[in-house]
Every structure is written in structure tokens, then in C-alpha cells.
């Protein structure tokens, strides 16, 4: 075969390699290895394994000697004796590992002792990827070198503990990765760049952030936390592609990390530790990437129980990270997975694993897209989390239900209060929007507002009606003027969702005098007082009804009616009084206060 012949092969790979996807790629660099292998004799085969450390080791000193980055920036070939100039280094030792660099490829050799740049210069001479190596051959070099006998040492069990696992037999250390990095600024400045290091596919590029954003309200909310997120490179790639994006873009990590981060348009920086609350609520996308694989199980369930409190109904963790298939598993994901297991105790899941670990925080995977090669995921994770809306607040009735909400509901249930005075409310509950769990949004307004139902009723499954007229005006039309603005509100989202509308649950709140079982306990001019008093006041109650009653046949709503003694006692302390729940739905309803 001649050399032609030779070239237009290498052409039509290069070509093939070029036009095919992702999958295909892969195919062909398996079909590549496998040839080589087959050229190789055993001798040959051996050798090539072994020297996979030392490869690392001269990437490594041509680093620390700038070699990679003087090829770069020249246009023309360097001498050993300018690299001797440069470096100071001795020039047999230096010739020698030159000639050795240029025979694993990591540089190219033009003529006798003269170099120049090669592929794999180009790539290393970056910052990133040269701390990348740094990293690579400092910490995880140390480990993977003692793995078999730690194995061994331990009968072949898992390694499930980032306190006991191959780092701390490496190191001679009692303390996690974590914890020793920052006592060793060199190795912390090195693990940022490789965190940094950009792959070559991006999740901006697949993730469908604007239909995802839907509308989001403004541009004072915080849009994204990028939680561990380092340098913020994905926070940057973000705005990048999305630069008119509404809402705030947020880094945090470990000060020591941060330290390092550079600048940019549109995102702030925030010291935060992820093992601690989430201090910033209501954000549209928790989003961590490579986080969870540094991490056992234990640990990763913490740091998604300090999320879910400050998530709001419509928030979504995203989660980018590998999911390991069952077969076929790229390279780089094995290797990746046993690198997490010798420093960290971690792992790469598979899509099961992923699903165990939601499961075990509350949370459930609702949408997942692996978008390159090398198995590299967005995984979508929502709260199983129940909405209240609540229509008044701040009389007895209505604070009696906020109080117990309050005192006896999970992490995972939000609360929306829409309230004529915003200041009144918080001065009976002072901390209100600050420090309760479950979390509380309060939006000031008129329940006949068209604007502040629809941000108050967004997502509700339950919605507690407790706005009255005080006193018994003639005419008054409150509780049915609010009655046709909700159903207004609910229409509109009905005809926006379509199929996947869910009904939510009206309990207008009554006077008991309205309930037949409960007057014929009283004495009857009692009623008749009573009634005559509040006529307005029933006369409105009842209308509401009717529409929502009406709006029920149409599948916008479901409705019941409670009496207020069902609810509280004058303390809002427990249900007192008349039971009146007996379906199902009312069961639901009312479940958080019973």
C-alpha cells in the first residue's frame, strides 16, 4: 500500500469522524484502539499500559518547566538549547525528556534536538488544562498508585465513607479531601482549574431554559443558584447564551475558592457552604454540576435537604452529572467514577441510583437528558411539594389556619397569602418571610385583583377563602365579587394548561348559622336573629357558592364548604367544634390541620 493510499484512509476517518454524532464517535476511537492494540506485540502492550504514569509525570514537568506554554507562544521552532536557557535546567536531562515527551506525542520533533507545539501542547498550555494535570498527577496519582493493596487490605468491600477511602491511606490523613485541600492552597488553586476545565458540549446547549422559564416574574428574583459552582463557569456560559435572561444569576462556593473566581457580567459570587440552609428562596433553578459524585449517598441527601426548604412552587433543582449506562460505558465515565471512589468516597450513579437518591430527599427526577458522549446528564428534580393559597390572613379565622400551617406542616409545603395589608400581617407574624418552614410568599392586594390571585393561586392545590366583609353592609358582594375573580383566574390557567390542568380545591369558609344540622340545635328565634343580622353576609356566601358550584361542573375547581369552629378554637390552637369533613377531597384539604 503506498503512502497515498495511507493519507486518503486517514482522510476518511478524519471526515467520517467530523460528520457523525456522538455515538458514532465513540465507535470509531473503539475501532481505533482495538487496531492499535493488534499491531501491538505482547511487549508492546505492556509497555504501552505502563507507561500510562509516566506520560502523566512528563505532562507534569513540562508544565512546571513552562515547556508547553513557550511552543505555544512561538511561531517557530525552540532548541533544547534555548529550553536549557529558559529553564536552567541540565541539558542531558533536559534532551532526554524532550526526546521522551516528542515519543509520546505530548510534543512534536521538527529536526535533531528542535521542538514545536503538537496537538496535546496546544491543549495543555491552557490554565486549566494544565492545572487539570496538576490535580490529576498531585492527589489522584498518589491514590490510584495504592489502590490495589487498599482493596486488598479491605477483602474487595465498597468504599461507602469519604473519611475511609483510598485519600487518607494516600495521604497519611484523618481528614476528608475537602477538608485537607484548603490546608494546601497550591492543590486548591489546581482543583479549581480542573473544575473549571470547559467540556466541549455545555447543558445551555440542551436544556430548554426559556420554556422552562415560562414567566418568570422579574428581573429583582434570582433566576439561577449555582451551588459548589466554582469559578462560575456554567453560571457565565449561561448569561453568555442568554444575555437578556430576567432575573439574577448567583455563584456560590467555599470563600477559598472563590478567592480565584474572576468577574463577570451578570453574575454575582456568594460565599455559601451547601451543607448548610440555602439562604436564597424562591430561585427558579438550584443548579449543581459535579457535586454530587464527590459525595456517598449520605451526604448527598443533606445537601438536598438544605435546598428543598427554600424552593418555591415552581423551582427545579438541576442536577449535571453522568448517568452511567448499564452497558457500554464510555472511558472516561469508569475512570471518572473509580477517580471519585479513591478521593472522595464517591461515585457515578446510574439512572437507578439517581432516582434512589431523589427518592431518599423527597424529590423526584421529572425530566432527564444525557447530552454528550461521555454520559454527561441534566437531570431535572422536582419537590413533591404541596401549594396553599390563602385568601385573608389577618383575621381570626385566616391566622388561626397560617398558625397552623405554620407549627404543623413538612419542609415541602408552600404557603401563599394574598392580604389586603401586608404590614398588618407581619406584625402579627413578624418573621413571617424570613425564617419560616414551611416557606410563606405574601402578595399585597384585593382578592378581586386579576394580577395578585393569579400569582397567589400559581400552583395551588388547596385554596382556604377566609376574605370577609365586616360587619353586614346591604349589598354587600365580596365573598361572590371574589368568587367570580377567581374563577376568572382559574379559567384562564385551565385554557392555558389544557390536558394537564389540575383542579384545585375552593373550602370557602361559612358561618355555621348556614348549616341546617347546626341550626336545628339552636333555638329558633336564635336563628332568626342571627340570620336577619347577617342576612348581606349569607346572601353573599351563598352566590359564591353557586359560582363556584357552576365552575365545578365545568372541572376548573372542586369546592366544599367548612364551618370556621372546624377549623380553630379562639386560640387557633386545635379543631374544635362541628366535624364536617367526610369526602375524600375535604380529608385532603384539611389533612395539615387536623
Same mark, same amino acid.
Request: a negative charge.
Given at each position: ?12 476517518? %478524519?471526515?467520517?469522524?467530523?460528520? @457523525? ?12 484502539? #482495538? ?40 511561531? @517557530? ?9 529558559? $529553564? ?19 510534543? *512534536?520533533?521538527?529536526?535533531?534536538? #528542535?521542538? $514545536? ?13 494544565? +492545572? ?75 436544556? !430548554? ?95 438536598? %435537604?438544605?435546598?428543598? !426548604? ?51 430527599? +423527597?424529590?423526584? =427526577? =421529572? ?6 458522549? *461521555? ?11 404541596? @401549594? ?19 407549627? %404543623? ?25 424570613? $425564617? ?6 405574601? =402578595? ?71 348549616? !341546617? ?47 370556621? !369552629? @372546624? ?28
Amino acid at each position: 500500500m503506498t503512502g497515498l493510499d495511507m493519507e486518503t484512509i486517514f482522510a476518511k476517518i %478524519k471526515e467520517e469522524y467530523a460528520r @457523525t454524532d456522538d455515538v458514532g464517535k465513540r465507535q470509531i476511537q473503539g475501532h481505533i484502539r #482495538e487496531l492499535q492494540v493488534g499491531f501491538y506485540s505482547d511487549w508492546d502492550v505492556v509497555m504501552r499500559l505502563s507507561s500510562g504514569p509516566l506520560q502523566v509525570a512528563l505532562a507534569k514537568i513540562a508544565i512546571d518547566l513552562g515547556i508547553f506554554r513557550s511552543l505555544k507562544e512561538s511561531d @517557530t521552532p525552540i532548541t533544547l538549547a534555548e529550553f536549557v536557557k529558559k $529553564t536552567g535546567a541540565s541539558p542531558r536531562l533536559l534532551g532526554r525528556i524532550l526526546r521522551t515527551q516528542a515519543a509520546f506525542g505530548l510534543i *512534536k520533533e521538527t529536526g535533531p534536538q #528542535e521542538y $514545536t507545539s503538537s496537538a496535546f501542547t496546544e491543549v495543555f498550555a491552557s490554565p486549566n488544562a494544565a +492545572g487539570a494535570v496538576v490535580q490529576l498527577f498531585d492527589i489522584s496519582g498518589p491514590c490510584t498508585q495504592i489502590l490495589p493493596d487498599f482493596l486488598a487490605e479491605r477483602n474487595y468491600q465498597d468504599i461507602t465513607s469519604n473519611k475511609d477511602c483510598v485519600f487518607q491511606k494516600a495521604f497519611g490523613s484523618d481528614l476528608t479531601m475537602f477538608e485537607w485541600m484548603p490546608q494546601h492552597p497550591k492543590h486548591m488553586e489546581s482543583l479549581g482549574h480542573l473544575m473549571a476545565l470547559e467540556r466541549p458540549v455545555s447543558w445551555v446547549d440542551h436544556f !430548554p431554559v426559556l420554556e422552562e422559564l415560562g414567566d418568570f416574574p422579574a428581573p429583582d428574583k434570582v433566576l439561577m443558584v449555582d451551588i459548589g459552582g466554582g469559578f462560575g463557569q456554567q453560571s457565565k456560559a449561561l448569561c453568555a447564551k442568554f444575555p437578556n435572561l430576567p432575573g439574577r444569576v448567583i455563584v456560590q462556593d467555599i470563600p477559598q475558592t472563590l478567592a480565584n473566581a474572576q468577574p463577570a457580567a451578570g453574575v454575582e459570587f456568594m460565599e455559601h457552604n451547601f451543607f448548610e440552609p440555602q439562604p436564597i428562596r424562591n430561585a427558579k433553578f438550584y443548579y449543581l454540576r459535579h457535586v454530587f459524585h464527590d459525595w456517598p449517598d449520605e451526604q448527598c441527601v443533606l445537601i438536598l %435537604k438544605q435546598i428543598i !426548604p427554600a424552593m418555591g412552587p415552581e423551582s427545579q433543582i438541576l442536577i449535571d452529572e453522568m448517568v452511567i449506562p448499564n452497558t457500554g460505558v464510555p472511558w472516561q465515565a469508569a475512570f471518572t467514577d473509580l477517580l471519585m471512589m479513591n478521593s472522595l468516597g464517591g461515585v457515578e450513579r446510574t439512572r437507578a441510583e439517581w432516582d434512589n437518591l431523589m427518592e431518599q430527599a +423527597g424529590l423526584e =427526577i =421529572i425530566q432527564s437528558k444525557v447530552y454528550d458522549s *461521555k454520559e454527561q446528564a441534566i437531570l431535572v428534580a422536582a419537590c413533591n411539594m404541596v @401549594t396553599y393559597a390563602l385568601l385573608g390572613a389577618t383575621g381570626a379565622t385566616g391566622s388561626s389556619i397560617l398558625r397552623h400551617l405554620l407549627q %404543623k406542616s413538612p419542609d415541602s409545603l408552600h404557603i401563599q397569602v394574598l392580604v389586603r395589608s401586608k404590614v398588618k400581617l407581619l406584625q402579627a407574624f413578624p418573621d413571617l418571610e424570613t $425564617t419560616s418552614s414551611p416557606q410563606v410568599h405574601v =402578595i399585597q392586594g384585593m382578592s378581586t385583583d386579576s394580577d395578585a390571585l393569579s400569582e397567589c393561586l400559581r400552583n395551588a392545590s388547596i385554596v382556604f377563602m377566609c376574605v370577609a366583609q365586616n360587619g353586614s353592609p346591604t349589598g354587600t358582594t365580596l365573598c361572590q365579587d371574589s368568587a367570580r375573580a377567581i374563577i376568572s383566574v382559574l379559567q384562564q390557567q385551565q385554557q392555558s394548561e389544557g390536558a394537564s390542568y389540575q383542579p384545585c380545591t375552593i373550602v370557602q369558609l361559612r358561618s355555621a348559622s348556614l348549616n !341546617p344540622a347546626l341550626a336545628a340545635q339552636v333555638p329558633a328565634f336564635v336563628h332568626r336573629i342571627v340570620s336577619f343580622c347577617l342576612f348581606a353576609n349569607y346572601a353573599d356566601i351563598k352566590q359564591a357558592c353557586q359560582y363556584y358550584s357552576e365552575a365545578q361542573k365545568q372541572g376548573t375547581l372542586e369546592y366544599i364548604l367548612v364551618d370556621p !369552629p @372546624t377549623l380553630h378554637d379562639a386560640n387557633g390552637t386545635h379543631p374544635t367544634g362541628y366535624r364536617l369533613i367526610s369526602t375524600e377531597s375535604q380529608a385532603t384539604a384539611l389533612a395539615t390541620l387536623t
